[in-house]
């Protein structure tokens, strides 16, 4: 019965995860009452636009939608975690997520639709979180682990990408919300989940 010193270890370090974060980021990683961080409308250009980029917000019939899916089941995930961890229920309970992750490095519920895509220059990448916790959608220059060190650890993540250690509030995605990503560059980009790091996607942009 070793899942009871895992869940622990998750919660404990999670929790110092989410401390050491609140005063930049209110609400994290249901350490507090979740409330969405972006909340783009017509007559609200998206605050993502402050995203490394330069880019200005753009609203455009071609944006690329991106699903952040996860199959959290709050009761356990806030158990096991923090209250406000998942608002959705009826998905994979704690243990077997932890267990999927043991046993494959990935939890393949918790993923961005699509995987990979293409984009032109000009485009924005315009991220919808489907799921029931916070994620991200975070460009970088190679991906690596996040900011939740057991969830690195378990999907084989060791290093954590240099882009995760300076994500700004409205980086986190809480569910129901949206992020907009300006596409800015040419080439395969590269963009991860800074919680869930398995949760990758690829966009091709061509010159
Ligand atoms: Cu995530």
Request: with cysteine; proline share 14%; charged share 15%.
């Given at each position: 019965m070793r899942p009871h010193l895992g869940l622990g270890l998750l919660s404990l370090i999670d929790c110092l995860t989410c401390a050491a974060m609140t005063a930049a980021?209110?609400?994290?990683?249901?350490?507090?009452?979740?409330?969405?961080t972006t909340e783009p409308s017509a007559a609200t250009p998206?605050?993502?636009?402050?995203?490394?980029?330069?880019g200005q917000p753009h609203a455009s019939a071609s944006d690329r939608l991106v699903n952040m899916n996860d199959a959290c089941d709050g009761p356990t995930f806030n158990a096991a975690v923090?209250?406000?961890?998942?608002?959705?229920?009826?998905?994979?309970i704690f243990s077997d997520f932890i267990a999927q992750l043991t046993r494959?490095?990935?939890?393949?519920?918790?993923?961005?639709?699509?995987?990979m895509t293409a984009a032109q220059l000009d485009q924005a990448l315009v991220a919808v979180n489907r799921g029931g916790e916070v994620h991200t959608l975070t460009r970088v220059a190679k991906f690596g682990g996040g900011i939740v060190p057991p969830l690195n650890e378990l999907s084989h993540n060791?290093?954590?990408?240099?882009?995760?250690?300076?994500?700004?509030?409205?980086?986190f995605v809480a569910p129901g919300g949206t992020y907009r990503q300006q596409?800015?560059?040419?080439?395969?980009l590269l963009f991860q989940c800074c919680?869930?790091?398995?949760?990758r996607l690829t966009v091709q942009v061509p010159g």
């Open positions: 980021v209110p609400m994290l990683l249901g350490c507090g009452d979740p409330s969405p998206v605050a993502s636009g402050v995203l490394a980029s330069a923090d209250p406000g961890t998942c608002i959705r229920e009826g998905g994979v494959q490095g990935v939890a393949g519920a918790w993923h961005f639709a699509p995987s060791p290093v954590v990408a240099p882009e995760c250690t300076t994500l700004e509030p409205d980086d596409i800015d560059a040419t080439g395969p919680i869930h790091p398995w949760m």
